[in-house]
């Protein structure tokens, strides 16, 4: 057996940005997300997030694609579907909150909390099954 180079090159360009936001997200759980240009940095680490796996995520599926791996490539489309779709839903939620905050609603900064460990649990439950999708993937007979 045999490393495959286009798994392993795919895996490294989805693990990278996955890696980073696991990083990174958790610096914003020491300060509060009341301070406004501390939640617009959060919600801009999140679009910025969403953004990077979308187009890692495409580039992804389409290398599988191209490599004839179509099961490898439909779980990478999957997770670029998420991405795309998901940025949508998160940022409209995180932007309702803010603009509550704004308004002068108390308990904006805590639904902000919510959504932002919500969101540091779903990178977590993607980058553990995409770990643990490398050695099926990575390794062709």
Known sequence: MTPDGVAVAVMIILLF???YFTLASPAFLLVKLDIQPVAQL???MFNAHFLVMRIAGVIGALAF???GRLVAAMGVGLLAALAIW??????QRMDDQLRARD?????????LRRLHW??????????VALVTSIPYVAISA
């Open 17 to 19: 940005p996955m890696g």
């Open 103 to 111: 308004a002068g609603d108390a308990e904006a900064p805590r639904r």
């Open 86 to 91: 998901g940025r949508r839903w998160f940022m």
């Open 118 to 127: 919500s969101g540091m649990l779903g990178n977590a439950v993607l980058l």
């Open 65 to 67: 694609l191209l490599d």
């Open 42 to 44: 959060l919600r801009g």
